[in-house]
């Protein structure tokens, strides 16, 4: 139970009282909600348990993370946030004292957000206390505003559909193909060189015969990765073969068997850009046939004996999360041999204020914080100098920057996921 709603009621009431909730819902495989009308249809007809139990969702979990949100949601202002206005401070409350405000924002995964924001805070003090005078000779002040990744990034969407260089904030650090280079969002403000951020060298984890994640563009930095890996549940593998690749889950062998985690935006988009760069259009479709269930990975590892019939034989999943599993249970990972799929998290630096945050940009690409993502989170870094502890047989498939250059990829992860739904749906009818 809780203070904002409860789980009797109708969606179609809950995301009319917070629409901040309606992204985390079309994430969970709710995505007709993101139509007006279909929301009301569809809504009406159901009520957040049954919602949540029809696609086999943790409820107490999803009651959880939705109060997040509007907790989130209510604390930072942004509930009523007018798009017009230049700065958004850290307390909307705060009078105007005249003075320009640069701004740090951005989502942080959430296994290294505490240990991350308690190491960005103490740089924050001491930069402060130590550039105060330089800053207010300049009229400057400097803000920030770092969330748990499970929130969702409506709130950097919005601003930058405005269009307005002067909405968005100075630094920005997130996850997200969608995001960075859908043309309607950051994709058009890298085209008119207002952000930029460059890597001239890169962890050898990343730059090395089979992969290079710097960008000759010098537009986008990657300061780490979410490496997308397979939880096989062998207790259901009934005599099939242990898969060992991306194209072994894409098999006949292994259709309405697969869990797909479309709770996690950016992770989904990173396998279905993935798989469609590899194997193309038949590819998403196969992946489509493949899917048995959208989960959110921490469901995915709860496969004890006991409960092996509920799960799906396979689980694509961050790998942070294949490190909960109980060696007792039937689980195991598998760390595809063509490559862990690289999920990026990036960071992007407006040019006009670039001299001013430099000091804050050499924190996050700095080898302090590469260890906090490879070690608190099992994320790899991108930093030169970091020990991410992966084998030499443990590599990574990413897509490309010639993919992401010679496509639309806004529109394109539009087609891929209708491409998806369809198979997928046509997949379970059969069943």
């Known amino acids: 139970m ?29 995505t007709p909600l993101t139509n007006p009308v279909m929301r009301k249809l569809m809504g009406k007809k159901i009520t957040l348990e049954k919602a949540f139990l029809s696609k086999k969702l943790d409820i107490d979990l ?24 230049k700065v958004k401070s850290d307390n909307p409350l705060e009078p105007d004292d005249g003075k320009k405000t640069v701004r740090i924002e951005g989502v942080l995964p959430c296994p290294i957000r505490i240990p991350l924001l308690e190491s960005f805070e103490a740089f924050y003090s001491d930069y402060i206390e ?42 920005l650090l997130s996850a997200g193909f969608e ?60 005599g ?23 709770g996690d935006l950016d992770l989904f988009n990173s396998v279905v850009l993935n798989i469609y760069a590899r194997f193309g259009d038949e590819g998403i479709k196969k992946l489509g046939k493949a899917c048995s269930a959208y989960m959110h990975p921490a469901q995915m590892v709860k496969g004890g004996k006991s409960a092996a019939t509920a799960q799906p034989v396979v689980s694509i999943s961050p790998y942070f999360f294949s490190k909960m599993i109980d060696e007792r249970t039937p689980l195991k990972t598998v760390w595809p041999k063509d490559g862990a799929i690289v999920a990026p998290i990036f960071m992007l630096v407006k040019k006009d204020t670039e001299a001013l945050t430099k000091d804050f940009v050499s924190f996050f690409l700095s080898e302090k914080t590469g260890t906090v993502f490879a070690q608190s989170g099992f994320f790899p870094s991108t930093n030169p100098s970091v020990d991410n502890r ?27 996921k209708a491409d998806f739904e369809t198979a997928a749906g046509s997949s379970s009818e059969s069943r």
């Open 390 to 416: 992966l084998s030499a047989d443990k590599k990574f498939s990413w897509v490309g920057w010639d993919f992401i250059y010679q496509n639309d990829i806004g529109a394109l992860l539009e087609k891929i």
């Open 130 to 171: 130590t550039h105060q005078e330089a800053l207010e000779k300049q009229n400057y002040k400097i803000r920030y505003d770092l969330r748990s990744a499970n929130l969702g990034i409506d709130w950097i969407i919005d601003l930058a559909r405005t269009g307005k260089k002067e909405n968005l904030p100075d630094v």
């Open 2 to 30: 809780n203070n904002y709603f409860n789980m009797n009621e109708t969606v179609f009431d809950v995301t009319e009282r917070y629409p901040e909730t309606i992204r985390y819902l079309a994430g969970k495989g709710f």
């Open 62 to 85: 999803c009651e959880r993370e939705l109060v997040e949100i509007i907790e989130q949601n209510a604390s930072s202002g942004l509930a009523h946030i007018d798009l017009s206005l």
């Open 179 to 238: 995001l960075f280079f859908d043309k309607k969002l950051m994709g058009s403000f890298i085209e008119n060189k207002e952000f930029h951020c460059a890597l001239d060298t890169v962890n050898k984890d990343f730059c090395n015969d089979y992969i290079d994640l710097r960008d000759e563009k010098k537009n986008y930095a990657i300061i780490g990765v979410v490496p997308a890996i397979m939880i096989v549940n062998t207790a259901l593998l009934d």
């Open 240 to 262: 099939r073969k242990m898969p060992e690749t991306w194209e072994d889950i894409l098999s006949p062998a292994f259709e309405h068997s697969v869990a797909i985690p479309f």
